[in-house]
């Protein structure tokens, strides 16, 4: 009954490369279509608070990202796959955390406050 499933995470090296998906399990969440829902990522790491990635909104294209990571991460969509991904380039230690993806009705918002459809996360470890 999961809203959204992450996926893709893994143990991977500094440098690498990563790109990590988020599904609906079907067309619609909580019985509105998956295109309607402005789609986030956030991710925590131990003892960290839950901290902002990217957004996408429902219009294509349209993106931000936290100022730290937008070298580095880029964050696609193809609503007919109910799928939001998210690239990361050029993986550094400090990359890991638990990623999760969320929706909300809204564009936009960086806050995870402000989201109340989530995922369960996905563990990417960047290792030496």
Known sequence: ?????ESGGGLVSIGDSLRLSC???G??????SFDAWVMAWFRQAPGKEREFVGVIDRRPGRTIYADS???RVSISRVNSENTVSLQMNNLKLEDTAVYYCAASPAWYYTSPK???????????????
């Not at 009954?1 to 499933?5: H, N, P, R, S």
């Open 114 to 128: 402000e989201y109340n459809i989530w995922g369960q996360g996905t563990q990417v470890t960047v290792s030496a």
């Open 1 to 5: 009954q999961a809203q959204l499933v």
């Open 23 to 25: 599904t609906a399990p």
């Open 69 to 71: 990571l937008k070298d």
């Open 27 to 32: 067309p619609t969440v909580n019985s509105f």
